[in-house]
């Protein structure tokens, strides 16, 4: 298996995270070793049984998908190891083993403030995140939000209308477009910024998902500016 199939392997593992790769490269000399190790080799080095379990199910036709999603342009994945892998979402004790991103991946390593709230805002409530955004991103600053309605979509808008940074942090696979009626905001995002997901192609929106969206949203920023949203 080759380093980028090894990569995309360990990011599809359920529960996998950055904190667990570090401690079981103290063992094994790369990711390619880690996915070819045997079940007690892996356990030895204090491996999961769960992660043991579901690592002996793949091949690389498990792989297809995100492969062929690769071929796309402008269609990336930045593992853990990467010059672009953003800096301070590699100090989260469980920070994703890769990112897939549709756009530019070198905007990941710029200076960012995130922009987010409610999905149901007041009129001056979007007003507010889209004038925030667009003054912060005619500042320098990249705006990461979460492509939400309401807030989220205002603040990228409002990055993008003075032709700043901005990134979606999407809670599905970026084959998916979610939600729909942001498809086209979606679009724009990729073409002038990018859109970025710590899931496989395919994954659909799940409840659990968001919260995790939410980390990496934190993570990529220097702070982060809610607008309105409750208590």
Known sequence: MDEISAWLTLARAPGFHAGELHELLQHHSSVQSI????PAALRASGARDAFIDWLQT???EQLAPDLRWLGGKQHHFV???SEHY?????QLSDAPIGLYVRGSPELLSLPQLAVVGSRNPTPPGRENA???AA???SCGLTIPSGLALGIDAASHEGALSVGGNTIAVCGTGLDIAYPRSNAALADSIAAQGALVSEFPVGMPALKAHFPRRNRIISG?????LVVEAAV
């Open 35 to 38: 996915v070819g190790a045997s």
């Open 130 to 132: 889209y004038e925030f």
């Open 58 to 60: 793949q091949g690389e």
């Open 79 to 81: 593992p853990w190891s």
């Open 220 to 224: 990529l920023s220097l702070g982060t």
């Open 135 to 137: 003054y912060l991103a």
């Open 86 to 90: 953003p800096a301070l979402l590699r």
